[in-house]
């Protein structure tokens, strides 16, 4: 009973971590198909999707998001930042910006457009130091160091994501008309958004890759087999197995 019990409980975090990672992969293409097909164009940034028809997509994935995130388990005191990105994650998705118009929301309406778009952008922040966390101290132990490269790799690449997509902001908001215009018409804070969520997910892919290749090696000659491991004989998916062999 405790063996089964053991392997179905493996089985759901695995399926819930590709679930998570392909969310993370596949949401920017679906934001940007969304957007063609319901305003022909490419929204300014990820959170402007609260403001429009993708609204149901961009908090439902958020919401996804942080609920995995919060289910994560814990090894040390710095993990409970994981637990804490994950209710950030929520607080995005609650939490407007500045974008669209009147008090089309109820934390809007309960808090006010400038201090709901405040929580919104404390909130990403706090996920986004989250994410990078996991990418650039959680996840590489124990890692490979082709597979610590990928995570180095998505976790650099989330902070100078949201670094960039900061300073764009800044610069759509107050900067010269000249740089404001540039922000807009290129769409550049949206695209530096989706590269970050795109190395959330990879990074997700490949961590659960790793977790399962090595729960697969078989053990030691004088130590039986755990009967947790054939269960796990099966495909990680095309994704990672590309990355991490």
Not at 133 to 157: H, K, N, S, T
Request: charged share 15%.
């Amino acid at each position: 009973m405790t063996d089964k019990l053991t392997t179905e409980m493996l089985h759901a975090y695995h399926r819930c971590r590709q679930v998570l990672g392909y969310l993370g992969l596949s949401l920017p293409v679906l934001l940007i198909g969304g957007g063609w097909a319901s305003d022909l164009a490419v929204l300014p940034s990820v959170s402007d999707c609260y403001h429009s028809t993708l609204r149901d997509l961009f908090v439902g994935a958020l919401f996804a998001t942080g609920i995995v995130l919060c289910t994560q388990p814990m090894r040390c005191r710095l993990d409970r930042l994981i637990p804490l990105s994950g209710l950030a994650a929520v607080g995005v998705a609650l939490l407007p910006n500045e974008g669209g118009a009147g008090a089309d929301s109820l934390m809007r309406t309960l808090l006010g457009t400038k201090a709901a778009a405040m929580g919104h952008y404390l909130c990403a922040i706090l996920f986004l130091g989250g994410l990078a966390y996991l990418c650039l101290i959680r996840f590489p132990i124990d890692a490979a160091p082709r597979a610590r490269m990928w995570f180095q790799r998505c976790g650099w690449l989330i902070l100078c994501g949201g670094g960039l997509a900061t300073l764009a902001s800044v610069a759509k908001l107050t900067g010269p008309a000249a740089a404001r215009q540039f922000v807009i018409d290129h769409n550049v804070v949206f695209w530096i958004e989706a590269l970050g969520i795109w190395a959330f997910g990879l990074s997700w892919l490949v961590k659960d890759h790793c977790d399962m290749a090595a729960l697969r090696q078989p053990a030691p000659a004088s130590l039986p087999i755990p009967s947790v491991v054939a269960p796990f004989q099966i495909p990680m998916g095309p994704v990672a197995e590309r990355l991490v062999p």
